[in-house]
């Protein structure tokens, strides 16, 4: 079964930064995209960043230049470094695991919260 844990999420002023990292186990990680979404109180889920099992990165218009999606394939962790927060950053940002032959996998959520 696979699990996504997140971590980093909490309470920044605008224009700061946070990272948040997610720990995939019960998949074989190095062969997966990962993706980071989104949601904000009342709005859809929304894609935030992607990045393929190659390295290959995919942002939302909306975060392009601002955040960086990577992954350490040796620790089963992917990480969203993100910079220059904005108050419409504010949402919960869920892990989500492409995971081949197998459902789609999400995390619990982190809440970033990015006070004016």
């Known amino acids: 079964q696979v699990q996504l844990v997140e971590s980093g999420g909490g309470l920044v002023q605008a224009g700061g930064s946070l990272r948040l990292s997610c720990v995939a186990s019960g998949s074989i990680f190095r062969i997966n995209a990962m993706d980071w979404y989104r949601q904000a109180p009342g709005k859809q889920r929304e894609l935030v960043a992607s990045i393929t099992w190659g390295g290959s990165t995919h942002y939302a218009v909306s975060v392009e230049g601002r955040f960086t999606i990577s992954r350490d394939n040796a620790k089963n962790t992917v990480f969203l470094q993100m910079s220059s927060l904005k108050p419409e950053d504010t949402a919960v940002y869920y892990c989500?695991?492409?995971?081949?032959?197998?459902?789609?996998?999400w995390g619990q959520g982190t809440q970033v919260t990015v006070s004016s």
């Open positions: 989500g695991e492409q995971v081949r032959f197998a459902p789609y996998a």
